[in-house]
């Protein structure tokens, strides 16, 4: 978890991704039409992915992309972010993490 910790510290915003993922995709753009600019790291790119993606596991993310992180709290996959988006609270939630500011 370490690795992880350094990776969304002093970032409102990050997702953990795989550039070919649809699901991922989806995410990225629900999260910056807010206006936040996320910090993404494309696990099937970035030198350490496999063990990132093993950390992510561990954490208990399952599916392991798409990952979110806000204010540096595991926000969850796809399921999470879309029932914070249903219930208006993702933008409440990114405002207070210094991600979007109206």
């Known amino acids: 978890m370490e690795v992880i910790t350094r990776m969304v510290a002093d970032r409102p915003v ?25 910090t ?10 496999q063990q990132v993606e093993r950390e992510l596991h561990k954490m208990g993310c399952k599916p392991n992309v798409p990952v979110v992180f806000i204010g540096q ?14 219930k208006n609270q993702l933008a409440p939630l990114l405002k207070r993490a210094g991600a979007i500011w109206i």
């Open 14 to 38: 990050v997702i953990f991704s795989r550039s070919t993922c649809c699901m991922s995709y989806t995410i990225k753009t629900l999260i910056s039409g807010f206006g936040a600019n996320p």
């Open 40 to 49: 993404i790291y494309e696990l099937d790119e970035i030198q350490n992915g």
């Open 73 to 86: 709290q595991l926000i969850g996959g796809p399921n999470q972010v879309m029932t914070l988006q249903v």
